[in-house]
């Protein structure tokens, strides 16, 4: 195993009951993504890309191979072991945003660390630290329906963050915006790619993907490339 790597994955394979028949999700993935990488993971529908995204993300366990996260073996563990790796070890940004639409942006970033235990003046203290970080610190105490699109993505990827993960798992995370708006929102991507941070981008939009430093391509559940981003931002 690389000893470089934050995620080593190694013959992984994923299998379906579906009715009566068996399918094949994954057959055989491997791949390191190394501390301070920029991946994106592109294939069409049905490729697996989903069902990889959900073991990266622990939301799921494969059915043979090996899944290392941040020097721990993952592939095995039961629900609750999988919910305590998700809180400390991965950042989630959603298509959706999965915002608490009752709460204000305050509260909806804080909401991690309740869940990790922290004590309430550090929670706000950090929260509002990532507010600020993108650039939200005059939004604090708006909710959801009173932020624009490119707004709420701002909250949810300072919610992504305020644990300080190991990696920040982003699915779709341009699809429910505007070009412009979504431009913005991968410049964020950028700056904090360049601050230090894992990220893991998982899309079906060559653009987006070209954002990058590495695209891995999957099809029909296998990897049919992995290679550098020649020039990040450019579509070819």
Known sequence: MNEQAIISIRELTKEYEMGNQKVHALRGVDFDINRN????????????????????????????????????????????????????????????FNLLPRSDC??????????????????????????????????????????????????????ALVNNPTILLADEPTGNLDSRTGQEIMQLFEKLYESGHTIIVVTHEQDVARHSRRIIQLFDGKIASDEPVREPGMVE
């Not at 890309?49 to 039961?78: A, E, F, R």
């Not at 660390?113 to 929670?123: F, K, N, Q, T």
């Not at 509002?128 to 939004?139: C, I, K």
Request: glycine share 10%; proline share 4%; hydrophobic share 35%.
């Open 37 to 96: 990488e920029y991946v994106a993971i592109m294939g069409p529908s049905g490729s697996g890309k989903s069902t990889l995204m959900n073991i990266i993300g622990c939301l799921d366990t494969p059915s043979s191979g090996s899944y290392w996260l941040n020097g721990q073996d993952v592939s095995h563990l039961s629900d609750n072991e999988l919910a305590e790796v998700r809180n400390r070890e991965i950042g989630f940004v959603f298509q959706t």
């Open 106 to 159: 305050l509260a909806n970033v804080e909401l991690p660390l309740i869940y990790a235990g922290v004590r309430s003046s550090v929670r706000k203290a950090r929260a509002l630290e990532m507010l600020d970080r993108v650039g939200l610190s005059d939004r604090v105490d708006h909710k959801p329906n009173e932020l624009s699109g490119g707004q709420r993505q701002r909250v949810a990827i300072a919610r």
